[in-house]
């Protein structure tokens, strides 16, 4: 095998004879000979539809689908010869890394696409582009002149996949509203939701309704406590644990049903793999699989059985914290703009940080901690994904009457935290480059590549990137975004503070 598609790579080089990720030698093989079925599909101009397209794709994300039996049905219903996917590994480096880029970037944008779809928004035009991507990934011929204006469009492609995912979210499910939320979880029976997509949660919320089942969220579904017409559900109690990769600590022996409804699935361990459930494009052997019917009884069978804990219990947040605020979204920070506009202009807020992006388990990653901790009190963080479970439980104060850590939402809310930026350049009549406004990202898996284009299509400058830079970007391909974006890997939390706020 050969997969460098996520920051956890082995060595930071390539995972070759397993995946760091618990993805087999044989999982990796069917998902390049999905990826390259839908390459030729793409090619040919052959007939695939788009949910298929965009269920293919997603299913090759990290953390996503482990399970051969799924993957090999998906490639069935493809049914195309596959593309050989050595053809890119084995090209010049530049253009390897360039297809790369462009590959992992596509399947981003399909995972937003997906979501997208899922509360019946047509992203027809969306699936256009990822077609032309991945047939120049197949084709031989292009090098950096053609590769690079696609990799570009990818990030203007998924800032439009974005900004129709903030609308299908907003207004299906309401307009985010600040709310504190709970690590406790009560005595009785319950559910852990794990995962990105509102409208599994929404049904299982009306499935559960009357039936003494209460549901918490976990990892990336935290934001959702914020949506008037999720959070309206009594039985929607709290958060449980922490990112994704504690998941298999957090969920030993707990007594209770966990769904995860997209990525970051870990293959669970035996304590708890009775018990957790899989739905959409998300899979891993012997793992119930509920269906495109969305009917969640074994889940709540399962939790029902179970009962849950007898007595109150905190899974505390990685600094101690036993509670976490949410509900962010451009629509609350936006709606005290003037406040906000006063305060810098006042010199109350001296600097705004963007820390975001994913977790992860590398040790290194403790910087995003230290940074927010070692941050001036007269800056405010702004932050999305599950890269803010290193810092959401700190209570680091507050500055003009909001907290200093505003969490925006999911990585899908990325929209969000643009939306904000481009509203204060406009305030302040310069750029967004212009802006006190720093961007720390921590990235993971191929999402981040996605807002990453996103965010370097909207000529967003000086972003800080780490805990590693990806195995995929050759030196050529590196130079190019630091002579023209200015990108660079994260230090020591102290010295990028210094450098930011000279
Ligand atoms: S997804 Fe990441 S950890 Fe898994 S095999 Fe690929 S590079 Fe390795
Ligand atoms: S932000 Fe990225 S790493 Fe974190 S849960 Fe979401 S998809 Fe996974």
Redesign the pocket.
Known sequence: MFCFQCEQTAGCKACTSAGVCGKTDNTARLQDELTGALITAARKGAEVSDALLLEGLFAT???VNFDDGAIAALIKRVNQPFYDMYEVRDADEDVRSLKSLLLFGARGVA?YAYNCAALGYDVAGICAYIRKALAAVGDDGYGMDELLPLVMECGKVNFEVLELLDKANTSTFGTPAPVKVTQTVEPGAFIVI???DLGDLKLLLEQTQGRGVNVYTH??MLPTHAYPELAKYPHLKGNFGT??QNQQKEFADVPAAFLFT???LMPPKESYADRVFTTAAVGYPGLVHIGGDKDFAPVIEKALALGGYAEPRTITGINGGGSVTTGFGHGAVLSNAGTIVDAVKSGAISHFFLVG????ARPGRNYFTDFVKQTPEDTIILTL???KYRFNDLDIGELGGLPRILDMG???DAYSAIKVALALAEAFGCGVNDLPLTMILSW??Q??VSILLTLLYLGVKNIRLGPTLPAFVSPNVLNFLVESFGIAPTTTAAEDIKAILG
């Open positions: 994300l990290t953390n995972a794990s995962g990105h990892g990336e990112a994704w997209t990525n970051c992006g994913c977790d992860g994904a599950c890269g999911q990585c899908n993971y898996e999402k981040a």
